[in-house]
């Protein structure tokens, strides 16, 4: 257990719509991270933030946005939901001070399917 | 060119045999590495983490790592079919940098 936590674990919507996903980050863990996995392919990654702040971003639209909270809770929202859209999509905490691992450690994901 | 490569394998590997996973990186300033093994239906786990030019073991795990040649693999002794799983290589380039994973291999130990 690596007290990252995600919710739903699953979700299904139709093309078009809207959806939020949750993180709650490992306590002492300030860093939040998203990433995409398609089925066969490795994570890859969407942004991070940073105490609330994006730091760092891949190669997604502007209709993938985020949130980070006080708390360092996170959230991933996707707008105009697309076919593609249908991934795992993997929460991941880590610490950023100096002198820390910068290693990540997995939520167990949200499926969602976009029909 | 990706920025982490793996062969996707798979790779099947007798029980109690030596596996032996490969990556290559292009970003020359990298500085952290580390192996993740996903089970089928899971969320990456982290294995091994490596930071300096050699090898690191833990237990049945060593990573090596050689930056001159931008190199990284993990080689995993005594092979169980419990080790059946895809590891992924990651790389992270700086403190705050995002970490970059590849594609994975799927390792099969067969009995």
């Known amino acids: 257990e690596t007290g990252v936590t995600q919710s739903p674990t699953h979700l299904i919507k139709t093309r078009g719509q809207q959806v939020t996903l949750r993180c709650s980050s490992q306590s002492g863990h300030n860093t939040v991270s998203w990433y995409q996995q398609a089925l066969g392919q490795g994570p890859q990654f969407i942004f991070q933030?940073?105490?609330?702040?994006?730091?760092g971003r891949g190669n997604f639209p502007p209709r993938f946005s985020g949130l980070q909270f006080p708390n360092y809770s996170s959230e991933l929202n996707v707008n105009a939901l697309e076919l593609d859209d249908s991934a795992l999509y993997l929460c991941?905490?880590?610490?950023?001070?100096?002198?820390?691992?910068?290693?990540?450690?997995f939520g167990s994901g949200t499926q969602l399917s976009v029909l | 060119q990706k920025e982490v490569e793996q062969n996707s394998g798979p790779l099947s590997v007798p029980e109690g045999a030596i596996a032996s996973l490969n990556c290559t990186y292009s970003d020359r300033v990298s500085q952290s590495f580390f192996w993740y093994r996903q089970y089928s239906g899971k969320s990456p786990e982290l294995i091994m983490s490596?930071?300096?030019?050699g090898d690191k073991e833990d237990g049945r795990f060593t990573a090596q790592l050689n930056k001159a040649s931008q190199y990284v693999s993990l080689l995993i002794r005594d092979s169980q079919p419990s080790d059946s799983a895809t590891y992924l290589c990651?790389?992270?380039?700086?403190?705050?940098?995002?970490?970059?994973f590849g594609s994975g291999t799927r390792l099969s130990i067969r009995p």
């Open positions: 933030y940073y105490r609330e702040e994006e730091n």
């Open positions: 990651a790389v992270k380039a700086g403190m705050a940098s995002k970490i970059i």
């Open positions: 991941a905490s880590s610490a950023a001070e100096q002198g820390s691992s910068g290693k990540l450690f």
């Open positions: 490596i930071y300096s030019n």
